[in-house]
């Protein structure tokens, strides 16, 4: 049985992550499925998105990677492919918000929203 501080908050799963990512991107499922060559199938990234798959494999996590120019490395923690020890000493990668430091989780998630708002801006 887990103990109420092991578990991850919804915000902080990979699906919430993916999604948070997808949208700073302003893709939809399929553009993703089309820039991804069909590797990341638009159903299939739906499911990791709502958590329904937890731990895809690397070679999913390093094509996603690319189409959202994050760290493959940062979805490979959020996975549990990863220790995340490194987090603890302060080498923590932040997708889209690498180049600031000691941002929290919250900030973090800010800092995506707001990119996703000024791309879906640019669209109109």
Do not use: C, W
Request: charged share 25%.
């Amino acid at each position: 049985m887990s103990k109420p501080g092991d578990q991850i908050s919804m915000d902080d799963s990979l699906g919430a992550h993916l999604t948070r990512l997808r949208s700073a991107t302003g893709l939809s499922l399929r553009q993703v499925e089309e820039a991804t060559k069909k590797e990341v199938s638009n159903a299939y990234l739906s499911q990791l998105e709502n958590n329904k798959i937890v731990k895809p494999s690397p070679n999913i996590l390093h094509a996603l990677s690319v189409v959202y120019a994050t760290s493959y490395e940062d979805l490979m923690r959020r996975a549990g492919y990863v220790s995340s020890d490194a987090d603890a000493a302060g080498h923590r990668a932040k997708a889209a918000t690498f180049a600031v430091e000691n941002l929290t989780p919250d900030e973090e998630k800010a800092l995506l929203d707001y990119l996703g708002f000024i791309r879906n801006q640019k669209r109109k």
